[in-house]
């Protein structure tokens, strides 16, 4: 049986390279929550909403671009709660002339912080 490329036979079943989703430590929700983006370091606070969050993190939607490695401390005011985190990849997307998607991950487990429950991860 010829594979092919990038596919493996493991005792006869054919499997595909892991994806994306496979691969990630965490699963994520589509879910819209406001919340307050204090720079580390800056006197700027940006105003913004999630657009994706799991329990490592969330892809922010914001009105600026921040670089990769940017410390900030994110405000979810519906829940009273803070959590630092670190952009982890510069912004993905402008969405439209006045927002960014920002990605960015908890520096310390956080996994209620977004006041929703994450099944584990079958990974």
């Known amino acids: 049986m010829k594979l092919p490329p990038n596919a493996t036979a493991t005792r006869g079943v054919l499997t595909r390279p892991p994806t994306a989703e496979d691969r990630r ?3 994520r929700a589509l879910l819209r929550i406001h919340v307050v983006v204090h720079v580390v370091g800056k006197g700027n606070t940006l105003e913004g909403y999630t657009h994706t969050v799991s329990a490592s993190g969330a892809m922010l939607i914001i009105p600026e671009a921040l670089p990769e490695g940017t410390l900030v401390t994110i405000e979810n005011p ?5 959590a630092e985190a670190r ?5 993905q997307m402008q969405m439209g002339h006045e927002s960014s998607l920002v990605p960015v991950e908890f520096t310390s487990p956080s996994p209620n912080f977004w006041g929703i429950f994450f099944p584990p991860s079958t990974n």
């Open 78 to 82: 519906k829940a009273q709660s803070k």
């Open 87 to 91: 952009v982890v990849r510069p912004p």
């Open 25 to 27: 430590r965490a699963q």
